[in-house]
C-alpha cells in the first residue's frame, strides 16, 4: 500500500485544464494526453474537488519493467485520485524528477486508480 504524502487539490470542472498541463510537463504528446483524459476525465470532472497524486518512481518499484532494445527515454506513472466533497490543505507534489524530455526511442505507460478513502498525513478528507 502506498500512502502519498503530497499531490493536487483540483476542482472537478478544472480537472481537464490540470491534467493537460500536467501531462504535458511530465512528456506526453498530445494525443497520449488525449487519451487518458479521455479515459480518467468522466470518473473526476463531476467531483467537486479530486485529491491527484501522480507516482513515479514507487510505481516503477511495484510494477518493474523490462524492454529490449533499451528505450532512451522512459515515461511511467501512475494516478491516484481521490474524489473529495471540499478541498483541504495538502502539500503540493514536486514533479520536477518526474519531467522527462523524449529522446530517441520512447516508451510511454500510463495507469492510475481511484481510492474511495485515501489515507494521508494531512487531514482525511
Known sequence: EFTPQNGFIVSGKETAIFLEEKLAYLGLNRREA??????WLPQLENNPYNLIHFSGIE???????????????????????QALQSSLN?????????????KGFTVVEWGGCIINQLKTNSNSP
Not at 495538502?90 to 523524449?102: A, G, H, N, Y
Open 34 to 39: 488525449n487519451e487518458f483524459i479521455m479515459y
Open 90 to 102: 495538502f502539500p503540493i507534489q514536486d514533479l520536477t524528477s518526474m519531467k522527462k524530455v523524449r
Open 59 to 81: 510505481y516503477e518499484r511495484e510494477a518493474v519493467l523490462t524492454i529490449k532494445p533499451q528505450p532512451e527515454t522512459i515515461i511511467r506513472f501512475s494516478m491516484i485520485a
